[in-house]
């Protein structure tokens, strides 16, 4: 009985608290990345019921019926004690690694897509001195044609940033930096693990038939560190996906049950108050306009100009929120993984609406205003002189409205995110492409 318990307790692993019920022959592993976008990603693969659930220091294990998924912290410190524990049972013989990396000034990727990474390298991390046979290459045999890409891993996360932001810091790493800078010339990506985790899979295992390879994707460039949790969890979704499908485990895209004890609904209360904030202010603006349409006095006079240009400032206000609220709905849905956007089509329209109304206020304006002007002298003008003023007004109203407008909407495609600038097609054709860059 003694002997026994001292077996199982030799069979429970110091670090993780990994046991051999613990692990499936396929491992998806994943490191560094928040735990309720993970447990979303997994949600949405279908991936909602786990078998056995661990939670140990800063590690987490959910065994399934076809695979185990890891969760672990960045760098070799991890990753080095978890994947000699991981090998130790002799169960694993494929492990797939996912998650985030940062884009080189360098790189020929797409921000928020993921490539399989096909040459890995170290610098700055504790490995760096015992690899010394370049590049680290998986080795798990793919039936796709997957776009692939290059990365290079290290331990300091700021270490390789390239924002002007850390220039101070940096300069206290001379040797990391020279070294990143020969490495960067023909590096993708940047991240804390991949480098590692290929050279251990290299080296750890007793068997010789473990297969490994790595899904990652740039959810940042190295000089914007800011920009990583918009693209964070479809990254870590598209990923997953990848890997399942490499390991020819079926992906369930509506599951149709969730234990809520071990899963969490992502967060959604933003985008939720964005498209409440959106439509608030546009159905405002409408309510503005039939004011107006009841309230301006039949006889010109002072006070309908005041209420006609308030109400052209707040239409204003509308325009511009119709394409700021645009803007700030699809950023939180592309980090949620949301790929279509309703205001994509509305938006554009309403653009277009603004236009047209402005052109309405305008005419009133013209013709509102010259007539104020010739009742206060008590002169005597043609027709054609009010057609000419409302003419006039109605031009430069659409004029300040269109401008407004397009000056919004290229302040916010200049910093925008890929994805953006792909779902923004049809306000790029209304604010012409020649203007955006």
Not at 174 to 190: A, G
Request: glycine share 6%; hydrophobic share 40%; net charge negative.
């Amino acid at each position: 009985m003694i002997i026994s318990n001292t077996k199982t307790i030799h069979e429970v692993r110091p670090n993780t608290k990994l046991e051999p019920s613990m692990l499936m022959p396929a491992v998806v592993l994943c490191c560094g990345e928040d735990e309720k976008e993970l447990l979303f990603a997994m949600q949405e693969c279908g991936l909602v019921s786990p078998i056995k659930k661990l939670e140990f220091r800063s590690y987490r294990v959910w065994k399934f019926s076809d695979l185990s998924v890891i969760l672990a912290p960045i760098g070799t410190g991890s990753l080095e004690p978890l994947m000699s524990e991981v090998f130790s049972f002799n169960i694993v013989n494929k492990i797939i690694l996912i998650g985030t990396a940062g884009q080189t000034n360098s790189s020929r990727t797409v921000i928020g897509k993921v490539y399989r990474i096909d040459e890995a390298y170290l610098c700055g991390t504790a490995l760096d001195r015992e690899i010394t046979s370049y590049p680290l290459v998986p080795n798990l045999i793919h039936t796709d044609n997957y776009e692939t890409a290059t990365i290079v891993s290290t331990d300091l996360y700021y270490g390789l940033s390239e924002s002007e932001n850390l220039t101070k810091y940096q300069s206290h790493f001379p040797n990391l930096n020279e070294d990143f800078r020969k490495r960067s010339k023909h590096i993708d990506l940047v991240d804390m693990e991949v480098g590692q985790f290929y050279a251990l899979c290299r080296i750890m295992p007793e068997q010789d038939n473990v297969q490994y390879t790595a899904f990652k994707g740039p959810a940042n460039a190295l000089s914007n560190m800011s920009e990583q949790t918009t693209y964070s969890l479809s990254v870590l979704k598209r990923g997953l996906e990848l890997a399942l499908k490499s390991l020819q485990i079926a992906i369930n895209d509506k599951p149709t049950s969730c234990d809520t004890n071990n899963f969490i609904n992502y967060d959604s209360s933003k985008i939720t108050e964005e498209l409440k904030l959106y439509w608030t202010i546009q159905i405002g603006v409408v309510s503005i306009l039939g004011f107006l349409a009841t309230a301006l006095e039949k006889s010109p006079s002072f006070t309908s100009f005041i209420g006609s240009l308030s109400v052209f400032m707040l239409m204003t206000i509308g325009a511009i929120y119709n394409i700021v609220g645009n803007y700030y709905i699809r950023l939180e849905a592309i980090r949620l993984g949301i790929v279509a956007g309703q205001e994509n089509v509305i938006t554009p329209h309403l653009a277009q609406l603004y236009l047209f109304f402005g052109a309405v206020i305008g005419l009133y304006f013209g013709d509102l205003g010259v007539t104020l002007f010739v009742n206060e002298f008590s002169w005597s003008i043609s027709p054609t002189v009010h057609i000419a003023s409302s003419v006039g007004g109605s031009i430069i109203c659409v004029f300040y409205m269109y401008q407004i407008q397009r000056k919004v909407f290229c302040n916010l495609f200049e910093s925008a995110p890929p994805e953006y600038k792909t779902y923004s097609e049809p306000l790029r054709k209304l604010f012409s492409r020649r203007f955006i860059s």
